[in-house]
């Protein structure tokens, strides 16, 4: 294979997130902002739509998921978006399918006794034994939603942990997963986003600090606050996605 390497600097392939981490605390209107994004497919996991006019599709285990990710590849690929809501929801999904990738292994032949699992799930096994096989499994499923679509949302709660610096203790809002996993997902993604609510306003925020772990790769969100949602006089609702998706 010949290589040719570059003489000048290569223009950037996109100026909008790929994949976007957004997470907020609950009823902070996650759901309400995807279903306003125009041509995002959310794959609820949470029930969170229901009471929403959205393009949307609900999946309870990762069998149904595939049989989904079937569909849409059958269809052409439709959708401009596809949102995970929720990856905290789907890393319990995930646990299951862990269990079969543990079972293929050596160590896992002998899992279940008289049909059952032999230490109640995956994450009890002694060690720790079980988390890189939930992280595996949990990146396969990811990996093949975000094969659907263009762009890739993963939508997450929040996770209030209490932590030290210089003496003194603080809380800091993470995204809800677990260990390692966290920092897999975190890193496989362009941008990460709390959601908060202001008033009348809803504000994304990519500011990094102690507080709040955040961040983003495009030079239009990097510790940047957005009001990606604002109620206007009128009683309407003024959504500005394209604040996030430029091109």
């Known amino acids: 294979m010949e290589i ?17 981490i957004n997470f907020a605390k609950p009823k902070t209107g996650k759901t309400s902002l995807l279903a306003q994004l125009d041509n995002c497919l959310i794959l609820d996991l949470e029930k969170g739509s229901k009471y929403l006019d959205a393009l949307k599709i609900e999946a309870k285990s990762v069998e149904e998921i595939k049989h989904i990710g079937k569909a849409i590849k059958d269809a052409g690929n439709p959708y401009k978006y596809v949102a995970i809501d929720t990856i ?13 990738l543990y079972m293929k292994t050596p160590m896992g032949k002998n899992w279940l006794t008289d049909g059952k699992p032999k230490y109640g799930n995956i994450l009890s096994l002694p060690n720790g034994a079980g988390y ?9 499923v ?6 659907w ?3 890739t949302i993963l939508v997450g709660h929040v996770k209030d942990t209490m932590l030290e610096k210089n003496g003194s203790e603080f809380n800091s809002l993470d995204l809800d997963l677990t260990g390692k996993l966290k920092r ?9 986003g709390y959601l908060y609510r202001k008033g009348k306003k809803n504000i994304i925020s990519f500011k990094t600090s102690d507080e709040v772990a955040c ?12 009001v990606l949602s604002e109620m206007l006089e009128d009683g309407t609702v003024k959504v500005n996605w394209t604040e996030i998706y430029i091109d």
């Open 4 to 20: 040719i390497l570059p003489t000048k600097k290569v223009p950037a392939e996109s100026s909008s997130p790929k994949n976007l």
């Open 88 to 100: 905290t929801a789907l890393e319990e999904m995930c646990i299951p399918y862990a269990e079969e």
């Open 132 to 140: 890189p096989y939930l992280r595996e499994a949990f990146t396969k």
């Open 142 to 147: 990811v990996n093949y939603i975000q094969s």
């Open 149 to 151: 679509a263009d762009r």
């Open 184 to 192: 897999i997902t975190a890193s496989n993604s362009d941008s990460i």
């Open 215 to 226: 961040g983003a790769r495009p030079a239009h969100l990097s510790n940047k606050e957005i």
